[in-house]
């Protein structure tokens, strides 16, 4: 039910403040639909008048009519080009602003298990088919609807047995366009998922720039996306061969039918049955708008269908573990967190973590070491609630991490990573993450993350690059330390953030956290300074998934266990 919910939400931003114009452009089909019908009647009523036949209009009047035909023309057409892409506009781009709100607001944990390339594709790709196969394609099916049923009671008007006549002629076509017409569907479908691979295999390519370059992996790298780049094609190939086939076999079969017509009318027209060439004339042009909706509406239909199909695959993927279910709230962090035998494995198999029980008290700073693999990463993840798949308990305050909501936990909690996040924004963008701080607070993080050297150099305007192209890593990392004292988090994480960083710079990072008052640090960290590591409150020493050893640094050094194998060896 959910899935249906949000799928009903995203077809209804195409609406949403855009009823008006919608009503308009309906009106402006029905008027425009109903003027196509009318040239057919002005066309048998020039033919009579100019062969004589008796009740024809006179040619000044007709030419009247025609004049006024004309002008309602423009008129519906200077409508619709008012009207039509304003439409458009707002429609699409309500529909990606909800999209991207939705996803937005789920957790970390369900986000990292999903592929990105969907969303990237149903915002791009998928977001111009929905356009173009449901937004433009609806004013055009009931247009074709309105000339069908319009077109057929002219004609039942004109003479029922040439009406009969054409029903029987049409019948190929119709028959041609459902055997046909249904395997748009299937082939949009497959359009979309093989495109969404294919922005999965660029943005590989594109984010792996380095990797290929320092191993020369050019060739294989280039026939990666030679091969991605060809499925994709290939899908959207069949598409398109599909549609032709289609518009062919409605195109063929149209004109035998409306040829067909022509014939019986001209015989009853030469054998005195009642018709007059004006009227066969008009039975041949009224034919277009039934063989057309014949020949397009099923295929036209079939586009309508996939459209809504990949709505519907978006808002799958939008409410597939889109909450973490917790209710519990948190303002700050008073007492501590408290891990109780706590393990976890990323699988059924195996786990990584084993029987984890430790705490660490609200404002004081912990370091995390250990070899690689030790389940360092693992055990700051959990406290992210990047996977709650954990036996054990660990809490917040007293309160079970699995209870509290996730918009409450990332109120209290930043991350800083060994890799940060930096927008191609100004540095003040990057620090504030676009929001509106006063002035005084957003000067006071940058001075203690260290950012006013830089500032001062650059000025806060300055663009950092894509990624942060522009800037250091150590740049980098404090623009991440400022977005936390900023959004003054409760609980800062940092994960082996000066790996990539020079022995200066990193420890002048590291300092800068471990200075910073009145929040809780956690710090993985591989760099073993002694220096640093006394200003530490507690040290965890992990081996295998186990807390091997905990203590100070005098406490550790003193015991000549693990911790001080791994501090003389490094």
Known sequence: MKNKSIKKQLISCFYKGNIALYCVLLVGTLVSSTLNLIVSWIMQQLVDTSTGEA???????????????????????????????????????????????????????SFGDENTAVYISALSNDATSIETEYLTQQFKIL???????????????YSPIMTAVALVLTGLPFAASILTGSRLEGAERRVSEQNAGFVATVKDCLSGFSVVKSFKAEKEIFKLFAQSNARLEEKKFDKQRIKIIVGMIGSVTGCFAQLGVFIAGAYLTLYGKGLTPGVVLAFVNLMNFVIQPIAELPGMLAGRKAAIGLV???GHALEESSSNGGSEQLETLYSGICFENV?????????????ISTEFAAGKAYAIVGGSGSGKSTLLGLLTAANTGYSGSITFDGKELRDISSESLYDIISVIQQNVFVFNASIRDNVTMFRNFPD???????????????????????????????LSGGEKQRISIARSLLKKSSVLLADEITAALDAQTARQVSSDILSLEGITRIVITHALDEALLRRYDGILVMKNGHIEERGTFDELMAKKGYFYALYTVG
């Open 440 to 470: 005084e607070e957003v000067d006071s993080a940058i001075l203690h993350a260290h950012l006013s050297e830089l500032i001062e150099k650059r000025g806060d305007g300055y663009l950092c690059g894509e990624n942060g192209k522009g």
């Open 312 to 314: 519907d695959k978006l």
């Open 343 to 355: 393990s976890f494995g990323y699988d059924s198999e195996s786990s990584v973590l084993h029987n």
């Open 143 to 157: 247009q074709q609807i309105i000339t069908f049923i319009g077109a057929f009671v002219m004609m039942l008007l």
């Open 55 to 109: 009740g024809a209009l006179s040619l000044p009047l007709l030419t009247e009519i025609s004049a006024a035909l004309i002008l309602l023309c423009i008129v519906c057409y200077l409508v619709d080009l008012a009207a039509k892409p304003r439409f458009f506009r707002r429609a699409i781009e309500q529909y990606k602003n909800f999209a991207f709100k939705k996803l937005t607001e789920k957790s970390i944990s």
